[in-house]
């Protein structure tokens, strides 16, 4: 869960502690002094909500929580405020899909009730039981103000939605002690269950000791009655508390999920944990050693500095959780993703916070890493194809995407750089940290290889405009790509964050071509580049290029040319995301 920080919560939440920042991430507080602010433009004058990305009708979200399949129904819940666009009075709510696309709204979940959970019932996950019995491990705030993991279950096992959910009268079902050594301020967001060999069940919960960040493990024969293991599943000095832990095995060969329980000589395991000093989500790929009960990655946030480990997004994006669709044999990702504008801006409109779309997401071929890509479900909202024509973009050219619908769009665009011209590329003495570097080497500044991409959202004239790139850069006699996204000029609104993200991305361009997808929806730019090795979310709000106003061009500015090898682009159907029963 994501946990705010403000001076007014303190003598009530004393397990809450003050987080040094940076304006790039994703920071959450409450602002008593803005809660009566209007929001009467919500239903009129709205350029900003999203038209196919997950939102409920107004206040605020964050966390996704314990998404499943039931009975052929998808379960979103999520850390959601139905009082206002501000943290505070969270309640796991609750909205129904068949497709993971349009999504219906049902009553809350889970809210607080119980002793174990009355000052607060904050993130976790779902498990399916024996018997194909789903049932919820979640966090919860007791009345000392410590956090306890306590257990829900469906009250009508029978009914593919789980309109309804009962407590455990043995709740909490885990708590930290003093002989167990937990820091009860700091022990939240348990994990998924899976069976080991022994018949046991398994499920991490986050924790830190000091800045040593932990994945605490327990055991349980019937998922009421836990033990803490001697051992974490995992630790790393340094990298502080290890919010929303996820742990889950993926193929080591082929696109397929398989089951959270399954470990062979097939798989490979990942963990994944959102770092609470930093906000962003970080992952391991690596061994699970079932006798040890112990994680082994190949490599370890101790063995490099922590921006080298894999992120699944390099934008705004935090407190991610997958599920296993059984159905169709795949794992799925779901993520938060924060605004960009003002607090009051947020509470004027009404609203604050989106998910992403979901993502499939499998082990690379090369073992390395992992690749995500939008659920295929997302192109039934595609209408009016554009196709373009194999083009050579010159040197600073502009070339306008027409025919679609700009604020509202999916398109798809490779391009191929000429062997010949590799030797155009500059070349970096060092090799500095990739954010910094797309903020340096910005959009207008030329170089020989780059940058070359999409504007969206870009007004008439470009006075505003919204960049995804590439930059391809020599670096000790080899060629590395900068993947970017430049929010620098995105709005005319200083108020906002306009800050830049970017990545290295692994693609051979002498021989592979630079694919981007970007997903555009009036204040959401989702990117996937190199066919989903890395992932950039961005949050814009421009003033001019709203709604028909705003522009798609695909662009060269750097001095060489480079070749659009394909070009597809779709206006996007509105998703129905608060739909009835």
């Known amino acids: 869960m994501t946990i705010l920080s403000t001076i007014w919560l303190l003598p009530l939440f004393t397990f809450i502690y003050v987080n040094g ?13 803005l809660e ?32 499943l399949i039931y009975k052929g129904v998808y379960h979103l819940f999520y850390q959601y405020n139905p009082k206002g666009a501000q943290w505070g009075n969270i309640v796991w709510a609750h909205s129904v899909s068949t497709d993971l696309i349009n999504w219906i709204p049902l009553d809350p979940a889970i809210f607080p009730s119980q002793p174990s959970d009355i000052n607060g019932c904050w993130s976790g996950s779902t498990t399916i039981l024996h018997g194909n019995k789903p049932s919820i491990l979640y966090t919860g705030i007791n009345k000392l103000n410590h956090q306890v993991q306590n257990l829900a279950y469906p009250k009508d096992f029978s009914d593919p939605f789980l309109r ?41 919960v986050g924790s830190k000791r000091s800045t040593r960040g932990i994945a605490i493990l327990y055991k ?13 599943l995992h630790s790393a000095k340094g990298t502080g508390m290890w919010e929303c832990p996820d742990f889950f095995p993926v193929l080591k060969n082929g696109i397929k999920g398989v089951d959270t329980s399954l470990n062979d000589d097939y798989v490979r395991h990942v963990l994944k944990v959102s770092l609470d000093d930093k906000k962003h989500d970080y992952y391991l790929i690596g061994s699970y050693d079932e006798e040890k009960d112990r994680f082994v990655p190949d490599r370890g946030f101790e063995e490099v500095e922590i921006e080298e480990v894999f992120r699944y997004d390099y934008g705004k994006y935090y407190a991610s959780k997958t599920f296993f669709d059984y159905e169709k044999n795949r794992r799925i990702l779901l993520g938060w993703v924060n605004e960009s504008s003002s607090i009051p801006d947020d509470i004027k409109k009404g609203w604050s916070g989106i998910h992403t779309i979901p993502r499939t997401i499998w082990l690379h071929e090369s073992g390395k890493q992992l690749v995500q890509w939008p659920v295929v479900e997302i192109e039934k909202l595609r209408v009016n194809h554009v196709n373009l024509p194999t083009k050579l973009l010159k040197g600073a050219e502009l070339l306008q995407i027409n025919g679609v619908t700009a604020s509202q769009a999916d398109v798809e665009i490779a391009f191929e750089v000429n062997k010949n011209t590799i030797g155009e590329a500059e070349v970096l003495e060092k090799l500095p940290d990739p954010q910094i570097l797309c903020s340096q080497k910005g959009t207008s500044v030329k170089s020989g290889l780059g940058p070359f991409g999409l504007f969206v959202f870009a007004s008439k004239g470009l006075q505003e405009f919204t ?9 000790q006699n080899k060629n590395i790509v900068l993947f970017c996204s430049d929010q620098s000029r995105s709005s005319l609104n200083k108020d906002n964050d306009l800050t830049s993200y970017g990545t290295f991305i692994d693609v051979d361009v002498l021989h592979e071509k630079l694919s981007l997808r970007t997903l555009i929806d009036h204040s959401v730019v989702e990117s996937f580049g190199g066919e989903g090795k890395a992932c950039i979310t961005a ?20 001095t060489t040319d480079v070749k659009i ?17």
């Open 565 to 581: 090898t394909s070009l597809n682009a779709w206006s996007m159907k509105k998703a129905r995301l608060n739909g009835k029963l």
């Open 467 to 475: 960049s995804v790139f590439f930059r391809i850069f020599g670096f």
């Open 21 to 33: 920042v940076l304006p790039i991430e994703a920071t959450h507080h409450v602002y008593r002094e």
């Open 36 to 67: 009566s602010l209007s929001s009467d433009e919500y239903s009129t004058n709205q350029p900003y909500r999203t038209g196919y990305h997950f939102q409920p009708p107004k206040n605020w979200i964050n966390d996704p929580n314990g998404p």
């Open 220 to 232: 349980s024969k019937d998922f009421v009655k836990w033990k803490k293991s001697k051992h974490p």
């Open 539 to 558: 949050r814009v709000y421009p003033t001019l290029a709203v709604n028909d106003k705003a522009l798609i061009y695909a662009f060269n500015n750097g």
């Open 164 to 204: 309804e959910w009962i407590k455990s009268p043995e709740n909490p079902v885990i708590e930290p002690t003093s002989e167990n050594k937990i820091n009860a301020s700091s022990f939240r967001d348990p994990t998924t269950g899976w069976l080991g060999k022994d018949g046991k069940w398994r499920g991490i």
